[in-house]
């Protein structure tokens, strides 16, 4: 190897950095690109079809309101304990963050029971024709955002009570955690919208 | 590798020739649009030749250069700043000659598009693996069916209107205009119109399945007088069969199967989901470009269309040697 | 695993030198054996596991090309039937662009970017891992299902009804559909590790302006993988959705769309062979100035034109869809956006030039394969140009002109300059050297033999031929000029048969390599070759874009790293302020029983939409397992 010569010395860097100083957190934003693309991408697939549609809904009434928009509002709820967590996090207070974590895990489970609902309440099957299959891939796409970003927080949720919980990453993580929850309520939004609001225009 | 260069140079011009001439050539047109397509084409590859022969020189002179200094190097300012107008004079002559094609493009676009109030209308369906043909009209009377082969007159414009039965195809005579999709759900057309009298063959320029590479066209054009002529004898039912053999052939393919697919119009069949035959004997080739039209061919075929085109939806229906000599003269007898 | 003989918590630079290395490499070592190969999280091994998997693949569709040109060299060739020559050219198709092209070229990047960005792993050490599993899986449900005459044979681009469920028989669209979400799944993971390692990895002083052009390639690449890849994700399962559960997504009887696919499709495809592209031109661009001995001209020009190209390649997506009966002016639009991605590569073209012009050329085999790209690709390039104007397409399109086209921008502008970077790069990798009158020899049998096969296609495309036939008939005039391409096909095939020859030979006997046998300037050049686990004994802090030739006989270091676990430096976007010493993740099995899961949940949905449901157990059970804390010092 080459000579070398000390110029820096690091050894009083953190041995963990918070939010972008940390490399899951940079992930996490990765990872909100590449599904924020597939949504855009599915409600580009709806808007198409609709263009080239001569009526819309196809063969179908529009879904009922009721179920979704019941989603809708748990899901905006949802972000201010949301907020909360991540905050209590950044600050490593871990009661707080423990308490705060397993309402979350009980905010996730809520909307999945209202979704079973919604999608009796879509009105058409996904093999009816492209509108119910487009319908069908718009929520089966955010649904599966659900169900995983659910399983991760009961795995948190364990993990905040055991002797790991003590640690900046556990903290960190719990940070990441908050944010793809954002990303999961935000990505909601517009495709409530296309289901239940265009075809109603 | 210089001599590689060399070679390839010396090729270039044999192999450019050999596709000057064809009738299945983009650089042999014969009619609107291949014509003015066939003028910006060249424009084209000329100016790209050039581009490219200017780049390769310079790269040859930029290896061969020596300049003494001591390594690596870190360059002085000045010759940095000639060094950059060069570029920047490199990369504005792309600009411009990028814009010119576009715009030469564009204008091709625009000035190509054949469009008139007396076209000639015909309806192209393309299946797996064949063209059905119907020549449309005011009044059913004057409109007809054919199969794989399309008459034209010339000088005037013909309008195709191009559907799909099962899967994407592409209607391509090069002679004559560039390739217009076929796609099912999407009503396309194609329009064009030759120059000269003569033979033009196409070919289905889009994957669609096992036969892909058997899926030819031919287009004749005629002068008027003669089209008139072919359209006339087109619009009558099936020749009347005069010999014994012949009449035979008749029966058989009206009471054998082959009367589930294929029309032969003055009879009973009227299949619809395989070629119009009526006139199949006055057609240059069947299958769709395989084989040229004649007695022989036409029993080859009938007698096994699974080995001359592996996966075709002909399927082969057992006959006698007695009744396949009858079937294919009287198929050869539809003229 | 942590350091038996010294204190905890002992920092780097209170040992010295050799007992250092000694640590480092206890710490950062995989064990050798069989189980050490399979949890290793070392970027090095991963990175040449996936190169010369890559390779493989390109010999297997190597062969599925010349057994096309056995076929066409005649006409009514007997060789092919027409099912099989459907499924090799399919087969072809989707092997090189799925399995060899985009991972080989992550797969240099997996060896390279950390390296060169002066860090210790790349980030996300177990998702590399498991990326490899992955793609490994895909190539091989790709070709099992080729062995049990279930390939794939509606090419490599698979347009619907003719792939849809109406006419795409049996399982073979599906097993298409299915290898691309693995080979997409593998992409995009790397693609996310390359951009935190190159966004927050890099060594203390390397500023945005003074990181490797090869590094700025690999970032502009992998955003575009992560833009583009949702597109063919989205794509193919809706394919399979129409195909397994009777969705009607491409069915235009019930409201779907048949040229929704080619959007869909080609929203992913365009940008794709920018994928392909950009890590050639990286590579270029390290290569160059080493053999013209000097600092590149045009940095800045350099990497707007990377970035600008990566940006473009979105806009220009219709153009493969010029014939299908889209609006005419729309269409015009793509053939403005499509001419004008020339201008970035002229750029770079001349930005080459420029350097080569005022350096002094020292003419070895990596900057012969550089010299036969620009004289090949630039053809490929106006070919491009040729065929984006709409007019001049709607004769050429889905003839051998295309086949051309495409072949002399890939192979002329990919596969050249890899070769050339194999040929650079094969020292640092190995410790030894490849064979200088080899390289000669491949470099000129490969670009003898790739003018002669591809360039007479562009005139077969004149005369009318289509992509795609398996056969031709007597009556055409394509017989001469097929024979004469297949023949010249073999001249080709020699070519790459030398260089994998030079290649295995080289690895074994070749002449031993130093740490920078060809005096380069970036910083894979300043540890050893081949580099230990550890890369750097210390982290490299740079003060300028060609740190080993500002100073060529000491390296400036950081110091004040842990030695009794897996330390690195997290760093800031611009500025490469050093912000933390983070740890890396240790070797870890997890990462192959998580990709088992998956690639059993994937294979199964071939058969039954409920493999999703099912499938997800164990994957929930191999991801928690990996991400459940082990309380090891990584994890302070």
């Known amino acids: ?201 | 590798m210089n001599r590689g260069t060399r070679v390839a140079f010396g090729l270039l011009p044999a192999l450019a020739c050999t596709g000057c001439v064809g009738w299945q050539s983009v650089l042999d047109p014969h009619g609107s649009p291949a014509l003015g397509l066939d003028l910006l084409m060249k424009f084209i590859m000329i100016v790209c030749a050039v581009v490219w022969v200017l780049v390769v020189a310079m790269l040859f002179v930029a290896l061969a250069r020596r300049t003494p200094r001591a390594e690596p190097l870190m360059l002085g300012r000045r010759t940095q700043d000639r060094m950059r107008i060069a570029v920047a004079g490199s990369v504005a002559a792309s600009v411009v000659v990028i814009s010119v094609f576009t715009l030469a493009s564009y204008a091709a676009t625009r000035m190509l598009s054949v469009v008139s109030d007396d076209e000639l209308m015909i309806r192209v369906r393309g299946f797996q693996w064949w063209w059905d043909v119907t020549y449309l009209a005011a009044t059913p009377k004057e409109s007809f069916r054919t199969a794989n082969e399309i008459h034209i007159p010339i000088n005037r414009t013909v309008r195709i209107q191009l559907e799909a039965a099962d899967v994407i195809h592409s209607f391509w005579v090069p002679s004559l205009a560039g390739k217009q999709d076929l796609i099912p759900g999407r009503n396309n057309d194609v329009r064009f119109s030759a120059a000269r009298a003569g033979t033009y063959r196409g070919q289905c320029a889009e994957f669609c399945g096992l036969q892909h590479a058997r899926m030819a066209m031919i287009v004749v054009a005629h002068e008027p007088d003669s089209f008139e002529a072919w359209r006339q004898s087109q619009l009558k039912s099936a020749t009347e069969p005069v010999k014994t053999e012949e009449q035979a052939g008749r029966e058989l393919f009206v009471a054998k199967a082959c009367s589930a697919c294929h029309t032969v119009r003055g009879t009973a069949a009227a299949g619809a989901t395989g070629p119009d035959l009526t006139h199949v004997g006055s057609r240059r080739t069947i299958a769709a470009g395989v084989f040229e039209t004649t007695r022989g061919s036409l029993a080859a075929w009938i007698a096994d269309p699974q080995t001359i085109k592996p996966g075709n939806n002909m399927p082969m229906v057992p006959l006698t040697a007695d009744e396949l000599h009858a079937v294919s003269a009287y198929m050869a007898g539809l003229k | 695993m942590s350091g038996d003989r010294i204190a905890p918590d002992t920092r780097d630079d209170q040992l010295e030198s050799r007992a250092l290395e000694r640590q480092l490499a206890k710490v950062w070592g995989t064990p050798s054996g069989f189980w050490g190969a399979l949890a290793t999280v070392d970027h090095k091994i991963i990175g040449r596991r996936y190169i010369v998997t890559a390779f493989v693949f390109l010999l297997m569709g190597g062969v599925l090309a010349l057994l096309m040109r056995i076929q066409l060299a005649q006409p009514e060739g007997r060789l092919l039937g027409p099912d099989l020559y459907n499924q090799v050219f399919t087969m072809h198709g989707a092997n090189m662009m799925f399995l060899f092209a985009v991972p080989v070229m992550e797969a240099m990047a997996i060896y390279l970017v950390p390296l060169m960005v002066g860090t210790r792993n790349i980030a996300f050490p177990r998702l590399n891992a498991f990326s490899y599993w992955i793609f490994l899986a895909g190539g091989i449900l790709l070709w099992v299902s080729f062995a049990l005459n279930m390939g794939p044979d509606v090419g490599w681009f698979a347009y619907v009804p003719l792939s849809g469920p109406q006419y795409g028989s049996g399982k073979r669209a599906d097993i298409w559909a299915q290898m691309i979400t693995f080979t997409e799944l593998s992409a995009l993971a790397v693609a996310v590790e390359l951009v935190v390692t190159v966004l927050k990895q890099r060594a203390p002083g390397m500023t945005l302006n003074r990181i490797p052009l090869f590094v700025w390639a690999m970032l502009v690449m992998s955003f575009i993988v992560i833009l583009a890849m949702p597109a063919i994700m989205v794509a193919s399962s809706t394919l399979i959705m129409d195909r397994l559960v009777g969705t009607h997504f491409y069915n235009p009887a019930e409201g779907g769309d048949v040229l929704l696919w080619q959007h869909l499709f080609w929203f992913f495809g365009h940008p794709e062979v920018y994928i392909i592209f950009l890590p050639a031109v990286g590579m270029v661009s390290a290569i160059v100035p080493v053999f013209a001995r000097r600092s590149i001209f045009g940095y800045l020009p350099l990497v707007l034109a990377l970035i600008a190209t990566g940006i473009l390649a979105f806009g220009l997506w219709v153009h493969h869809m010029f014939v299908t009966g889209l609006p005419r002016l729309g269409e015009s639009f793509f053939t403005a956006s499509s001419m004008a991605i020339a201008i970035p590569a002229g750029v770079q073209i001349f930005c080459w030039l420029a350097t080569l012009w005022d350096g002094n050329t020292s003419l070895r085999t990596p900057l012969l394969f550089v010299i036969a790209f620009i004289v090949t690709f630039v053809i490929g390039g106006l070919t491009g140009v040729m065929v984006a104007s709409v007019p001049f397409d709607t004769q050429v399109h889905d003839t051998y002109f295309v086949v051309a086209h495409f072949h002399y921008v890939l192979i002329g502008g990919a596969v050249f300059p890899l070769m050339g970077a194999i040929y650079y790069w094969f020292p640092k990798i190995t410790g030894r050297m490849m064979s200088e009158r080899l390289g000669w020899w491949v470099a000129g049998l490969v670009f003898v033999g790739f003018n002669l096969t591809f360039f007479p296609m562009h005139v077969l495309g004149f005369q009318g031929m289509p992509r795609r036939v398996y056969t031709y008939q007597h009556d055409m005039p394509w017989a001469e000029l097929n024979l004469f391409v297949s023949v010249s096909s073999v001249v080709l095939a020699l070519g790459f048969l030398l260089f994998f020859i030079d290649a295995v030979r080289s690895a074994r006997w070749g002449a031993p390599a130093g740490g920078n046998p060809w005096n380069a300037s970036s910083l894979e050049w300043a540890t050893n070759s081949p580099p230990p686990s550890f890369n750097f004994a210390s982290i490299p802090v740079v003060r300028s874009a060609d740190p080993l030739w500002e100073d060529p006989d000491v390296l400036m270091v950081a110091a004040g790293l842990r030695t009794d676990r897996r330390e690195l430096i997290i760093s800031t976007v611009t500025e490469a302020q050093p912000q933390a010493r983070e740890s890396s993740p240790r070797n870890s099995i997890w990462p192959l029983w998580a990709a088992i899961a998956t690639t059993v949940m994937l294979v199964w949905s071939i058969f039954s939409p409920w493999a999703v449901v099912w499938g997800s157990i164990p994957i929930a059970i191999a991801l928690i397992g990996w991400f459940w804390p082990k309380g090891d010092p990584e994890d302070e």
């Open chain 1, 1 to 201: 190897m080459m000579k070398v010569r000390m110029v820096a010395d690091l050894s009083r860097l953190p041995a963990h950095g918070m939010q972008s100083a940390s490399p899951t957190w940079w992930g996490t934003l990765a990872f909100m690109l590449i599904e924020g693309t597939g949504f855009a991408l599915t409600i580009g697939v709806y808007l198409y079809l609709w263009s080239l549609a001569p009526t819309w809904p196809i063969a179908a009434p529009a879904p009922d309101l009721g179920p979704g928009t019941v989603l809708t509002l748990i899901l905006l709820a949802s972000v201010i304990p949301n907020y909360f967590v991540s905050k209590w996090a950044g600050a490593e207070d871990l009661r707080k963050v423990q308490i705060g974590i397993v309402v979350m895990a009980i905010i996730g489970i809520l909307p999945l029971i209202v979704r079973a609902f919604e999608f009796s309440a879509l009105n058409i099957w996904w093999d009816s024709n492209a509108y119910g299959s487009v319908l069908w891939l718009m929520l089966g796409l955010h649904t599966t955002h659900l169900i995983t970003d659910l399983v991760d927080t009961l795995v948190l949720t364990a993990i905040m009570f055991t002797r790991h919980a003590r640690n900046s990453r556990r903290f960190g993580d719990v940070q990441d955690n908050a944010l793809y929850w954002n990303f999961v309520v935000i990505t909601w939004l517009p495709l409530y919208v296309c289901i239940y609001w265009i075809p109603r225009l």
